[in-house]
């Protein structure tokens, strides 16, 4: 048998504090003293690492990992999925490091080749830019 419930009490709102009482939430000077894990500075080494990360996500060059099929038919390859996407770019993973692209590249076959591409923010998501000369095979 379900368990009915009595809501005539009205809704939840904020808990009604004693005086003398404390908040749970923080308070506006909290974490400030020497004790406090937030307020330790920051060692050279790691202002160097955020500064690593912040540019590495200001770069917009990315690689692509392609096998073209044709000159209108080219498959961008999803390493999450394990599958191809067909003449869609923004289906493929995008590889902040050429050299994890590589290793990729390596496991899947000769006929994959990395594509730089330029990337642009389209609503929140990083989109990839082709231009031209990416969109066709390089002739050898």
């Excluded at 209108?72 to 999803?78: A, D, R």
């Excluded at 993973?93 to 994890?100: A, E, I, Y």
Aim: with cysteine.
């Amino acid at each position: 048998m379900r368990k009915k419930h009595d809501f005539s009490k009205g809704v939840r709102g904020p808990a009604v504090r004693t005086s003398g009482q404390k908040s749970r939430r923080g308070s506006p000077d909290h974490g400030i003293g020497p004790d406090e894990p937030g307020d330790w500075p920051l060692t050279p080494a790691q202002i160097r690492e955020i500064d690593r990360r912040v540019a590495d996500l200001d770069d917009p060059v990315r690689y692509l990992l392609v096998s073209w099929m044709g000159p209108h038919c080219s498959l961008y390859y999803n390493v999450s999925d394990d599958v191809y996407a067909m003449n869609d770019p923004g289906a493929g993973t995008l590889f902040k490091r050429r050299k994890v692209a590589e290793s990729i590249k390596r496991a899947l076959g000769r006929r994959i080749q990395i594509v730089e591409c330029r990337t642009r923010q389209r609503k929140g998501a990083r989109v990839p830019v082709l231009s031209s000369l990416d969109k066709h095979p390089k002739k050898r």
